[in-house]
């Protein structure tokens, strides 16, 4: 097999791209910025590669990612024009990905990176006597930004998260700023969405706030207002729809130590919303949670809050219909 040159072109879904002496790392931030973006780079989430892919049309047979050593057992996708080819179940301690038998005349080929770790990719190779080119994604771009329900680590595989399947079959080009226990309302969080181009932003807020109790009722609804206008000073006629917690068990019924309930918490949401209506923003958008993971979904909980893998599904099949209706 002959290597291909690493460069930007081939990646997508990422915030930012570090060249480092090994590779070409993918960040879910901008990485010269990490330091604005504590502890620890959203507490070690921004290098996670949820969403990120690798996009190329090839005549090869076969393809090889290889990387720095997986820290965990992760798995990688190959999806051929849209559709889930093969997906490879990965050791901890791998440093290659071998995706074979590839058929002949695929248009689109893509390698979805692992939705629950970072890396960094070291090389690509195809057959000898095979071409590669990097393709452009020209579909509208959205950006997701939420919790560990929207980085979807218990997820099948990396396109089978509810953002990438939902993204498939809406014909959005994903960025997925889903932060596993961190999406927290930051500044800085409402800054780098406002920094991306967006034909598309959802959001969906509450829940970590609800489970770390980082903010009281007294102030949750004015960080949402203020991430809000962080994203209108730059999105200002994008559509922006916000989306509240989905079905969380006894967090429905059972105030934090600040005495929010998700009930509660979905009425500042949907009131803060309104808000912003009220004043002619006609394009944002407050979505009931529970008009899309309700409490007949509860047994798709394994552990009263994240979905499992078949949970995940149901979320991004029912994405269109219910939250962009």
């Known amino acids: 097999m002959k290597q291909l040159p690493l460069m930007d072109a081939w990646f997508h879904g990422a915030v930012s791209l570090e060249h480092r002496q090994e590779g070409i790392k993918p960040w879910r931030i901008p990485y010269a910025d990490y330091a604005l973006y504590p502890p620890d780079g959203i507490e070690g989430k921004a290098e996670i590669c949820a969403g990120v892919r690798l996009r190329l049309h090839t005549d090869s047979s076969a393809l090889t990612l290889s990387f720095t050593p997986l820290p965990e ?77 929207t980085q979807c680590v218990a997820a099948s595989s990396p396109s089978r998260t509810w953002p990438a399947i939902a993204a498939a079959r809406s014909g959005y080009n994903l960025t997925c700023l889903g932060f596993s226990g961190n999406c927290q309302l930051e500044p800085m969080a409402g800054r780098l969405i406002a920094s991306l181009p967006a034909d598309l932003i959802t959001l969906c807020v509450g829940v970590n706030v609800y489970g ?67 004043r002619g923003d006609s394009r944002m958008h407050y979505r009931d949670g529970l008009s899309w993971f309700g409490a007949s979904d509860s047994e798709r909980l394994p552990d009263g809050l994240h979905p499992d893998a078949e949970g995940y599904e149901l979320l991004g099949a029912r994405f269109a219909e219910r939250i962009l209706r």
């Open 212 to 278: 770390a109790a980082t903010l009281s009722p007294r102030v949750f609804a004015p960080a949402l207002i203020g991430m809000l206008l962080s994203i209108r000073e730059r999105h200002p006629l994008t559509p922006l729809f916000v989306i509240s917690p989905i079905y969380g068990s006894e967090r429905e019924t059972e105030p934090n130590k600040l005495g929010f309930t998700l009930p509660r918490m979905r009425e500042e949401i949907a009131r803060t919303v309104e808000v912003f209506r009220a």
């Open 73 to 149: 057992p992760a798995a990688m996708d190959c999806l051929i024009d849209g559709q889930l080819f093969l997906s490879l179940r990965l050791p901890a301690g791998e440093i290659s990905a071998v995706f074979g038998n590839l058929p002949a005349g695929c248009e689109i080929l893509e390698i979805y990176l692992s939705q629950n770790i970072g890396l960094t990719v070291t090389g690509l190779w195809i057959d000898d006597a095979a071409a590669a080119r990097p393709l452009p994604d020209t579909r509208p771009r959205w950006v997701t930004y939420g919790s560990s329900i």
